[in-house]
């Protein structure tokens, strides 16, 4: 299998904590890997490290050269004023042209379950925040799925419908 990213011996810090440190992992493509740690332990952190959004203290990073690592972080960051339609849209690579833009956005639509795409974000529940959230994060087309804490604000039934996404996925995550 190819190695899709590697840690070595990273650290991070903040003020007198220390989250992690001589921290390394080897993660190929096709894996499945999973951290478990309690509040304030640095997994969010560690996600951020390697999707590049942070920089650890000490140690090396490196990711395979053209890889698409997408992260779900925990606060969706939707535009509120946006309809759900226009945040799916928002997320494809703008470099794909139209008709593989409309046919990403509406497969996604018709897998995710929103029945009106025109509804505004401001207008979701959490759960349907979250739900459209991780479809903007497929829109996305990742090699690698970060995703933080996934099922929080989720009902069963999403997190069912997460599921079936993940076990069927041609992604890393």
Known sequence: ???AFSLKDI?????DDTLFSDLS??????????????N???KSTLLR???GTTLPDEGEVSVKKGLKVVLLEQEDGLDPDLSIEEALYQAVDATRDEREQHRIVQSALGKSGFEDP???CRTLSGGWRKKLAITRALCKGPDILLLDEPTNHLDI????WLET?????RFSF
């Open 157 to 160: 039934s999403a997190i069912l």
């Open 25 to 38: 992992i080897d993660f190929k493509l096709n894996e499945q890997l999973g951290i478990i740690g309690s």
């Open 165 to 169: 996404i993940l076990k069927s996925a």
């Open 49 to 51: 490290i390697i999707a």
């Open 40 to 42: 304030g332990s640095g």
């Open 1 to 3: 299998m190819t190695l």
């Open 11 to 15: 650290s991070k810090t903040y003020g």
């Open 118 to 120: 025109s509804v505004p």
